[in-house]
């Protein structure tokens, strides 16, 4: 399995972004994307994650009703709207996978952003000036 992140980048106060994640090695649709961010200095958090093979989406707090995940099960990506953008957004943002048992076992038992996935990309880097 791989996972490459595109879309990062430079942009300003208010600005947007979409961030891509493409998933190869899954069969079919037995996944779960998740995107996760951190900031110089802070620990990582979870943003949101979208099932592919139920097509739901998930956030967390930290979304803020100003990002929305979705997916295409075709491309096998998973996309992440950064919309309204502010300077604390910035930071290195990462694409996770899983499989989908697993997701739903452990995100039965504790929060999906507080385990790890079993693979991760190397993260695309998103930057927003004041």
């Known amino acids: 399995v791989q996972l490459v992140e595109s879309g990062g980048g430079l942009v300003q106060d208010g600005g947007s972004l979409r961030l891509s994640c493409f998933a190869s090695g899954f069969p079919g649709d037995d996944y779960v994307i998740g995107w996760f961010r951190q900031a110089p200095g802070k620990e990582r958090e979870g943003v949101a994650c979208?099932?592919?093979?139920?097509?739901?989406?998930h956030y967390s707090d930290s979304a803020e009703g100003r990002f929305t995940i979705s997916g295409d099960k075709v491309k096998k990506t998973a996309y992440l709207q950064l919309n309204n953008l502010q300077p604390e957004d910035t930071g290195l943002y990462y694409c996770a996978a899983e499989n989908t048992d697993r997701w739903f076992a452990m995100s039965s038992v504790r929060s999906p952003w507080e385990f790890e996935y079993t693979y991760w990309g190397q993260g695309t880097q998103v930057t927003v000036s004041s």
């Open positions: 979208f099932s592919f093979i139920n097509s739901s989406p």
